[in-house]
């Protein structure tokens, strides 16, 4: 007797399905020093945080009255804005048929936080891009701190004389050196890639272990430069926001659609230019629904983000596809 594939269908298990598990691919989360945590907001919908103004100085003659001037101060507003979450459940019959049902639900919760994480994180970097006015300098003492890649010339791609441009805004500025963050689209270490000379000239010779590095691993090597450039600490992230064809600075007007790279201090709690108040940390709850048969799982999370300063903060735009 012949034992065949063709005599013996019924043991021919034709869709074998393997225990691996095919994740989705994510773009890397920034520190969460980068924001001021704002702990003193247990209740209420809406934060006021004062602000103190500058003081006015006066020459003074003898025996002459000195000015008195009042104290300046301000407000600004911090308010519960968001609330997000995930729900998913898994029946009865799943349970008891499927296979790496556990595995499953563990891989699904993650992917619902993780999706929260960044749900979170471009919102928080829309907030700083749309605290600046659109079509304006938004300058600090006569400093541009919105700029347009390559002055608006050609694809207006981020080159050096922006690092350059914005280092200047942010030392007329006051703002201290440490602490100077700028988050570019991955684009913008394309360019640098393509455009920045690795000679002798620049100080990074072919036998130096920062030019084999650059050869290596290019400009940025999980989401961060290699380098410093101009005193920037420079991370990549594809969440910053999309900006439609026309946006500027009232000097240049943008002619592609672009990404807004964001440049900011995060020294220390006074410098940072974005807060954020946690209501609601990221929580999952479980429940049970009988008639149904199933489990039930919920994710939520509660928070407000917002502005607190404006001048630790610039802007560039630039190409958000080209790479030279």
Known sequence: MAITSSSNPAFIEATQYSTFILQNLHDGLLPNTFYRNV???????????????SATIQEITEDEDITYNPIE???????????????FYVTDIMRQDGAQVEQLLSMRASEGTRA?????????????????????????????HRLVGSAGAGNEVMTEDELIEMRLAFDKANVPMNGRIALVDPVVAATFSKTVTLTS??????????????????????HKFVTELHGWQIWTSNRLPQVPVGAGNGLV???????ANIFMCVADDQCKPGMVAWRQTPTTETDRDISKGRDEFV????????VQRVDTLGVVLTNATATA
């Open 201 to 222: 000239q620049v100080g990074i010779g072919a036998s130096g272990p920062l030019f084999q590095q650059l050869v290596k691993d290019g400009f940025d090597k999980d």
């Open 39 to 53: 702990t003193d907001f247990p209740n209420g919908s809406t934060l006021n945080i004062k602000t103190i103004g």
């Open 253 to 259: 007007t943008t002619d592609f659609a672009s990404v």
């Open 116 to 144: 929260i994480q960044e749900t979170f994180e471009s919102r928080f970097l829309d907030t700083l891009y749309k605290s600046q006015t659109d079509g304006q300098l938004n300058d600090t003492n006569g400093f541009a």
């Open 73 to 87: 101060s301000g407000n600004i507003q911090l308010s519960i804005s968001d609330y997000i979450g995930d729900g």
């Open 299 to 306: 994710t939520k999370t509660r928070w407000g983000d917002g």
